[in-house]
């Protein structure tokens, strides 16, 4: 069975067979109609020398006359009495280079020009005879006058004997041969479009562009020997610089499409072939006569003998692994080799190209987009197989993360218990205190850190942390954090030199989790409040008259930022009636919807709206409040105080 994947080239070159088959059993040009004028012609030179016996469809320089050289042809012949059918004409082929033509010494056509000279060697010939010109029954008369200076040219009448008869019968049969290369290039542009899309769709195969760009430029290659060019108007100059680019640059193509095809670094010989070949392409652009061309010409065929050098021991390498794509490749490159060297011999021989390498090239192009496709469904095997394989680990690695997420959820659950036992939930009273505390992480563990040691019946005393982040380790550090305080707690009352000593403590293991800290103490027997405070936001004070809340002053520098502070304690006297409330920034930097901070405006206007709310009803309408502001996760750990002096 024949792979899917070969399906639509295979089918595209059995459309073109089928287009040559009919091409070449088309119906010939009636004989009735057209007569092939092979016998009769002379030769005369400028110099008046008469060659008897000339061959027309042989060049000239094949019958001994040598370039440069300007003459004429001449024939003679009878047309029958009765009246032609139809409108005549004569049909000469591709003459090398220009041409006058008459009939009954009556000028009918000419293709370039004599003086000056200017040639036009692959233009076709079809010339019309007008009825009333013709003397039916007498000898009539053809005269073609040629000039050719191109060196290496065959010269003259070269490519075909000379055809005579309806002028509409020629006309068609153009034509038809006009009509098959047209579908050729359709279907070159086809494939171009083909593997443009390919391409645009898969960046990566390289291979399809360059024979993308191969396609098209055998498109112009082709274009100007159409017969229809002599009919428009489109200079000879441009005509000529198209097709020597495109021939030259084509090959190059063809060569950088299979180093792509083949994923082969171009060494120094290939880079040097095909600048080499890009350079004679550029001078093929210049105003050059066809001697410079043919010369051009020449270094080009030399040039491609080079490339095929260079494919022999990539072919060779690539079938010794049995790639398939070689063995693809071979095929179409044996047939362009063939049809190559049959136009090579043809066209140095007699000059009668029979453009035959436009069939190899097509092979070749058919065989490069099976190449590529037989490639990209290998590749498509290759990573089907890939995915499998990939899908099976990815499944594989997935069942072990989520068990490794299970037993961290595990152990995050259980360091938020132990941290929720660690940060003490406050409600009620203490001494002459009556406090509650709010805290909550935003995570399930985090960075924020309160706490409270009573020193004797009078003396009581607080501390809350903010440690910058929050997780895993910010809560470590506010584990820490509590180890330090109460040991501290228990031989300092001093807030400022509670501070001082923390950050010495933790200076030492602290990298990047700097902590904002508060601490204070109630002292009731002096009816004094001392604190100290260290790059916290300073607490809030609301005295019973006026309600009126107020910050405190203090701010400090953060722990764990210098290796040595030097904080201060601040004193405040107490008044029955008094109440503190003490936070971290989750309270005022929560965001709105519109990225707005609830801010320490709004916060004050809670704490003075409900300034006659107990502690827990006060803590329970802030929460109530941020939440409602936010309409979303709070951003980070939230945690508050609230303290009444009764």
């Known amino acids: 069975m024949i792979p899917s994947f070969c399906m639509k080239p295979i089918l595209f070159g059995l459309f073109l067979l089928c287009l040559i088959a009919s091409a070449v059993n088309s119906e010939p040009i009636d004989p009735e109609k057209v007569q092939l004028l092979s016998e009769g012609w002379e030769y005369y030179n400028e110099d008046g020398k008469r060659y008897q016996s000339i061959l027309p469809g042989v060049g000239l320089t094949s019958q001994g006359l040598e370039i440069p050289m300007k003459g004429y042809y001449t024939i003679s012949f009878e047309y029958p009495k009765t009246s032609p059918s139809g409108s005549q004409g004569i049909f000469l082929d591709r003459i ?384 820490m954090l509590k180890v330090s305080f109460l040991e501290l707690s228990r031989k300092m009352e001093e807030p400022s030199k509670i501070l001082s000593e923390l950050n010495n403590r933790m200076f030492q293991v602290l990298e990047k989790n700097f902590i904002s800290a508060f601490v204070c103490l109630y002292d009731l027997e002096k009816e004094e409040f001392r604190y100290s405070v260290a790059g916290h936001p300073p607490p809030v004070l609301i005295r019973e008259d006026p309600a009126e809340p107020e910050f405190l002053k203090g701010r400090g520098m953060i722990l764990g930022m210098l290796k040595t502070i030097e904080p201060e304690t601040y004193t405040v006297a107490l008044k029955t009636g008094d109440r503190f409330f003490f936070y971290t920034d989750g309270v005022t930097e929560a965001l709105s919807p519109e990225r707005e901070i609830f801010g320490e405006r709004r916060l004050l206007e809670v704490l003075k709206n409900n300034f006659f709310r107990n502690p827990r009803n006060l803590n329970e309408e802030i929460l109530a409040t941020v939440r409602s502001f936010s309409s979303s996760k709070i951003p980070d750990d939230l945690t508050y105080l609230t303290v009444d002096i009764l």
């Open 96 to 479: 090398q280079s220009a041409d006058r033509v008459y009939f009954n010494d009556k000028l009918i056509g000419k293709t370039g020009e004599m003086d000056p000279y200017s040639p036009a060697w692959f233009r076709s010939r079809l010339y019309k005879i007008p009825l009333e010109w013709i003397e039916r029954g007498k000898k009539n008369t053809i005269r073609i006058e040629i000039e050719c200076q191109e060196l290496g040219f065959h010269c003259g009448i070269f490519r075909s004997v000379p055809k005579l008869g309806d002028f509409d019968e020629l006309k068609d049969a153009l034509i038809q041969e006009d009509a098959f290369q047209l579908v050729l290039i359709v279907l070159f542009l086809g494939v171009f479009l083909q593997q443009s899309i390919s391409y645009s769709l898969n960046r990566y195969s390289r291979a399809s562009i360059f024979l993308a760009f191969s396609a098209v430029l055998f498109v112009f290659w082709r274009l100007p020997l159409l017969h229809k060019m002599h009919y428009i108007d489109v200079p000879f100059g441009l005509l000529s610089r198209s097709f020597f680019l495109a021939q030259t640059v084509f090959p190059m193509c063809i060569l950088y499409f299979l180093y792509a095809l083949f994923r082969r670094k171009t060494g120094t010989a290939a880079k040097l072939i095909m600048k080499s070949s890009l350079v004679i392409g550029a001078l093929h652009l210049l105003e050059l006569d066809g001697t410079q061309r043919v010369l051009l010409v020449y270094a080009w065929e030399g040039i491609l003998f080079s490339m095929f050098l260079l494919l022999v021991p990539i072919f060779y390498a690539e079938l010794r692994k049995r790639v398939m794509e070689a063995l693809i490749m071979v095929g179409g490159v044996g047939l362009l080799a063939i049809f190559a060297i049959v136009d090579v011999v043809l066209d140095n021989v007699s000059g009668k190209n029979m453009f035959l390498s436009q069939y190899g090239f097509f092979a070749l192009l058919i065989s490069g987009a099976v190449s590529i496709s037989y490639q990209n469904a290998r590749a498509h095997s290759e990573l089907k197989k890939l995915n499998a394989t990939l899908e099976a680990k990815v499944e594989q690695r997935t069942e072990e993360l989520k068990k490794q997420n299970r037993i961290l959820h595990e152990e995050l659950g259980m360091a938020a218990n132990l941290q929720t036992r660690l940060i003490p939930q406050l409600d009620g009273r203490i001494h002459r205190l009556s406090v509650n505390s709010v805290y909550i992480p935003v995570d399930q563990v985090g960075g924020d850190f309160l706490d409270y040691h009573i020193l004797n019946e009078k003396k009581i005393m607080f501390i809350l942390c903010d440690v910058l982040g929050h997780g895993v380790a910010s809560a470590l550090v506010s584990s």
